[in-house]
């Protein structure tokens, strides 16, 4: 299934739920924002593989070398937002400047350049495009509305890359300016690395080398910008994933600790236990019952 | 079960006619005229537990903040903005969620708000 809405300004909106796919290479005219509202999808950007989750998206400049891969027994939800050069060029400038500067007619010195990462999916950005998704398959025809849509989706990616980007480069601690800005791009491949191989066994040597840091160094410099080590980030995105498989899934428990990657049951409901204060089977009964009586609402 | 609660919102307006006209043509309200022992004036349906009674006389309890909830505040916000309602800025974030505001004729001042769980 796939629906696309292009709007005149030219923007577009891609609505995609497949098992499989490989995209060729694209070369977009647009900027990219892609989502991922229900099981993964690979996505090679820059000969980088990244995978996207439902807590997760990506975003690619204009003119970014990337194809993508979907091979999956369930089917996949996907969304891409195609946002055109202009629009996200004004959005910049609100974003970036005051009021004041704005009715000056201040120009912003460079193009928009986005960060080509995993970025988490803030629940503003997932209600508006579950609303952006529920509305492109209604049929709904109103521009201004799916522009509202996107205005919010792009602001939303702002402030995420803000927090992201901007506060955890500025929690770095480096004398040379040009050093922290290497460490900071390496520590993303960490994340990025972290984010995309939950689900398998991840060896901190492999991070490291995957990131070109030594392990010493990425334990140190991790914490620093994060707040956790790259183990306690892991352990915290398996959790958060398999709650979302327990609020979203009937998948028995057996499969969502494959799904997430945690190797046995008991150090996960420990450590579920630990975290979110109850047992997985416990936590979806409750939600169970809480969605029961809120039809009743 | 939970119990149903119902909400009565009293707004005072300087005219009847003009409030009926923009209840029921900007904002595609449901309005019906209503002349109780204790209330007369017009009752314009928000939703199955929203009532807004309109008035041109005073009542205790009465409003001039009207706060009203939402499921999908964007769509509420363009909808309303294409039928000629004035917003006073546009949908922002709070901690409780998105928010939009417009106002009557009158100055009342109507909060859409889409209740977003931060907590999850």
Redesign the interface.
């Given at each position: 299934m796939r629906v696309v809405k292009e709007l005149s300004n030219q923007n577009r909106i891609v609505y995609e739920r497949t098992c499989g796919m490989v995209s060729k290479v694209q070369k977009e005219a647009a900027y990219v924002i892609k989502f991922v509202l229900f099981g993964m999808e690979k996505c090679v950007v820059n000969n980088r593989a990244i995978s996207i989750f439902p807590d997760s998206f990506t975003v690619l400049n204009v003119e970014t070398d990337h194809y993508r891969v979907i091979d999956s027994a369930t089917p996949v939800d996907s969304l891409s937002l195609y946002l055109d050069a202009n629009f996200v060029t004004d959005l910049n400038k609100t974003f970036f400047l005051d009021q004041e500067q704005l009715l000056d007619g201040v120009e912003l010195k460079s193009t928009p350049h986005f960060i080509e990462t995993l970025y988490p999916l803030t629940?503003?950005l997932k209600?508006?495009i579950n609303?952006l998704k529920?509305?492109l398959l209604e049929g709904i025809d109103?521009e201004?509305?799916f522009n509202?849509?996107l205005h919010?989706c792009l602001w939303g990616y702002y402030k995420v890359s803000h927090q992201e980007i901007t506060e955890k480069f500025q929690s770095l601690d480096f004398l040379k300016a040009k050093t922290k800005k290497e460490v900071f791009r390496r520590l993303l491949l960490a994340k990025e690395f972290l984010n995309s191989n939950s689900d398998k066994e991840v060896i901190l040597e492999d991070v490291a080398n995957y990131c070109c840091l030594s392990v010493n160094h990425l334990l140190r410099t991790f914490k620093s910008a994060y707040g956790v080590s790259p183990h306690q980030y892991l352990i915290q995105l398996r959790l958060n994933r398999a709650k979302l498989l327990l609020k979203t899934t009937r998948y028995p428990l057996s499969e969502i600790l494959c799904l997430v990657g945690f190797e046995n049951a008991s150090s996960f409901v420990r450590l579920f236990k630990a975290n979110v204060g109850t047992t997985p089977l416990k936590y979806r009964k409750a939600l169970v019952q809480h969605y029961f009586?809120a039809s009743?609402? | 079960m939970r119990k149903l609660t119902t909400t009565h919102l009293y707004v005072k307006v300087s005219s009847l006619v003009n409030a009926i006209t923009f209840f029921s043509e900007q904002l595609n309200l449901q309005v019906k005229h209503t002349s109780l022992r204790h209330f007369s004036g017009a009752v314009a349906l928000y939703d199955a537990t929203t009532s807004i009674f309109l008035s041109e006389k005073t009542y205790p309890g009465q409003t001039t903040e009207i706060w009203l909830n939402t499921h999908d505040c964007l769509e509420q916000y363009c909808r309303l903005k294409s039928n000629g309602v004035w917003f006073k800025a546009q949908p922002h974030y709070m901690s409780a969620g998105l928010l939009a505001e417009f106002v009557d004729a009158d100055g009342n001042s109507y909060f859409i708000l889409e209740r977003r769980n931060y907590q999850d």
């Open positions: 629940v503003d209600c508006n609303h529920h509305q109103n201004a509305l509202e849509y919010h009586f009743y609402k | -």
